[in-house]
């Protein structure tokens, strides 16, 4: 599956971003999905992750509250709606693919996640 990550800015601490990830060349519901990021110098971070059906999801404590990630199968898109950003939340931002065997499976780990997108940059100004 390829995967392409779009949505990314300048935005002001406060306000709010919707990133996108598009996939193709495979089933998109065979998948659960899931975002990372990475700021400079720093490790990849796991941020959300949504089940194959979209009912599960899981969260880094320090997103809950603030970022959703919804999916849309028949669009084949999962995003990353992100409110109340912070200048901490300046990033390049990386969606990923998990060839999950049940609907409901939602996983967190880096190393469960086979395919990854491109990377789209956040940068949150104070």
């Known amino acids: 599956v390829q995967l392409q990550a779009s949505g990314g800015g300048l935005v002001q601490a406060g306000g709010s971003l919707r990133l996108s990830c598009a996939a193709s060349?495979?089933?998109?519901?065979?998948?659960?999905m899931g975002w990372f990021r990475q700021a400079p110098g720093k490790e990849r971070e796991f941020l959300a992750s949504v089940s194959r059906s979209g009912e599960n999801t899981e969260y880094a404590d320090s997103v809950k509250d603030r970022f959703t990630i919804p999916r849309d199968n028949a669009k084949s898109t999962v995003y990353l709606e992100m409110n109340n950003l912070k200048p901490e939340d300046t990033a390049l931002y990386y969606c990923a693919s998990d060839r999950a065997f049940t609907m409901g499976y939602v996983g967190t780990l880096r190393g469960e996640f086979d395919y990854w997108g491109q990377g789209t940059q956040v940068t949150v100004s104070s």
């Open positions: 060349g495979d089933t998109f519901s065979n998948y659960a």
